[in-house]
């Protein structure tokens, strides 16, 4: 009890844990359970939290460390996927809840390794990684009804109210009703004479255990798993090399980091006048054909009021990752020059100093306990200089509970036509065309206890 209390005390600490000391144990081979973290999130689409060992809770982000006792839980529109320290995986699907039950990884002693994950409802797959690799019965997961022990190391588990169904990608597993004998608190398969072994090698078939019976049955794969089971594999087979070229692009972006807003640069967008524009025009569907273009990756569509984002897929040939939002799913792609290696910024312009039109905007605005509205963008002005290599912004921005706001920034932009500045208060992350004659970004302004987000195009 009072180990119990001190990890509960040194949760807090150890959930600021950051990714370099996520990489030193990795380093060190050993992970001692519950006082580390032993997974981080990799992938984050939609909405999800995560419900600590002490009850708390709190919205996942992507990079959040993941600890023993740590329950992750999706919505309807959430997909999570964890890496766990021993390169190990588990993808969490929409409307599900997962819980990392024990975790035990120390490279010097495997026989001592352990990995226990409980199911308690929906869609999850499982990549098996190094802890399991010199004994295979150190790995469990549970569900209600049903334990699943490994004899491979891809699988897919669904477990709702009509029961528990499995499929296998690659190796084979061990399903079992749990009682009589396989216990939820054992590792490995359980071995009775009612549990079924299925293996990849066997086709599209599934391990199936319906409520109240204590025999495993082997199906043909029907229903929502199959449906699943297809969909995972057409994504790995169509999104792989384009789910490495996303992250690396979004780390590249995130690692960029935000410069500070300087006195100066705000007093030049405090002169700015605030061009007016037709509203109704501005959340409109993108111009396919231009060079800057708003995609959106993440799988639930787009916000409700979101015309200006297109279907990432729809829009990725001939362009590349400038900015991006991970949590909303939305990256500012831009028209590749293949006579531009580098893709540097290379303004076409016959004066220093360019004023930008505003052409598309959308806006909501954000309060109280995860509340959203509409919101408007009335207007906004854009000037560039070349020469200087800086730019000067401000909109206006309203909503019935936000009230009237105007954001005003500015800032220094990179070689490649990128730019991010951050205030207490604002924030802007955008690029620039590679001819300098459209631009795009994402923006953020607080008002008291709201905070007004969106995104913007302009052109010449």
Known sequence: MIRNRLVQALRPQLLRSSVVLACTVAASGYVLASEQAVGQVSLLIGAARVVHMNGTSEPLKRGASILVGDRVETSANGHVHVRFIDKGAVSVRPDSILEVQAYRYDVDKPQANELRLRMEQGTSRSISGAATDADKNRFRLNTPIAAIGVRGTDFIVQADASGVRATVADGAIVVGALGNGCSAAALGPCTGADARLLSADMGRLMAEVRPGERTTHVVPAAGGIAAVAGAEERVAAMNAAESAARAASLAAAEAKGFAP????????????????????????????????????????????????????????????????????????????????????????????????????????????????????????????????????????????????????????????????????????????????????????????????????????
């Open 261 to 460: 807003l300087r006195e100066s640069d705000r007093a030049a967008a405090d002169l700015l006048s605030i061009a007016s524009a037709s509203v109704a025009e501005l959340n409109s569907p993108a111009d396919l054909t231009a060079q800057l273009v708003w995609g959106r990756w993440r799988v639930s569509g787009a916000a409700a009021n979101d015309n200006v984002s297109v279907q990432y897929s729809k829009v990725i040939d001939g362009r590349h990752w400038t900015t991006a939002n991970n949590r909303d799913g939305d990256v500012l792609l831009r028209m590749s020059d293949p006579s531009n290696p580098n893709q540097e910024l290379r303004p076409i312009s016959d004066t220093p100093i360019v004023e930008m039109r505003l052409s598309r905007a959308q806006a909501s605005f954000e309060y109280g306990n995860k509340q959203t509205e509409a919101a408007t963008v009335n207007g906004g002005s854009l000037t560039l200089d070349f020469d200087r290599r800086t730019f000067a912004t401000a909109l206006g921005l309203s909503s019935p509970t936000g009230g009237k706001t105007e954001l005003r920034m500015g800032g220094d932009i990179a070689s490649d036509g990128t730019f991010a500045v951050r205030s207490n208060t604002q924030m802007v992350s955008g690029a620039l065309s590679l001819d300098g004659k459209e631009a795009g970004y994402l923006f953020e302004r607080a008002v008291g206890n709201g905070l007004f987000r969106g995104k913007t195009l302009w052109g010449r």
